[in-house]
């Protein structure tokens, strides 16, 4: 089984280890170095986008170095190796951002001109939305160093994933941001579990969570609709209630001064055609132009 080095992948990954130890199986861990844990000067969007924490670990999958390998659901790439799996979906934890500071300051009582840390387009956009009088400045690194920078007095708040805070069992202090402004992206809270077709994938299919499935497969279509990248701002959230799925989804403008959304419900059992169609709503809302102006504009900073 391959991993990051990370606590937080670390901590993903023993997951997925136990669920399948539970099973009978036994695993070996070989932790892998990848470009973005190398390269932690510049912000995600300029340093290859989307898949920058998958790429080697995929190509070790490939040259059948690894059998399976567990990732944060929203690092991976819409468009994958035809010959590798997400062949489970670990229960998904909560999808929502959260705004950490040292006082656990709300958003709204935030001071004027304060100093908001992400690594995040889309939580920059939503930010820069809601509260357009702040100062949106890049923060790099993992969980810890996040953090540590943020205790260092280097920024007044600093927006992460409660999924990881959880996980790792810190008691920072925060105020949860509310989803319906603050539209979670695609995956956010999911780990899965790829594996190499065959065996491993049979084996792998024994921890699968279907309703976290369901969701999560929801906002990966929305997501190749729109051509989805770390220079994106855009945002897709899919919850499972009885036997139909609210999916709200959304296309930001850099300085998220414009947007366009859908939210709609879609039957479980036929929840990628009711995510397609949504998608296609998006689409001719404004959504792909929005996403590829954005690529347009990050290309010529």
Known sequence: MGSRGSPLALRQTETAISLLGERGVETELLIVKTKGDHVLDLPLHRVSGRGLFVREIDDLMLAGEIDVAVHSMKDLPSKRPKSLVIAAVLPRDS?????????????????RGAVVGTCSMRRASQLRRARPDLVIESLRGNLETRLRKLGEGK???IVLAEAGIERMGYRPRYSVLDPERFVPSANQGAIAVVATRGRAEE?????????TRLEAECERVILEAIGGSCVVPMAAFARLKGDELRVLAEVLSLDGSRFVRVDGRVPAEDHLNG????SRELVAKGGRSLAEEAVREVETV
């Open 95 to 111: 999808p929502f951002d959260v705004l950490v500071s040292d006082d656990g300051v709300s958003l709204e009582d935030l001071e």
């Open 155 to 157: 920024y007044r708040a």
């Open 203 to 211: 084996i792998v299919r024994e921890i699968d969570h279907l309703s």
């Open 275 to 278: 995510a397609k169609k949504l």
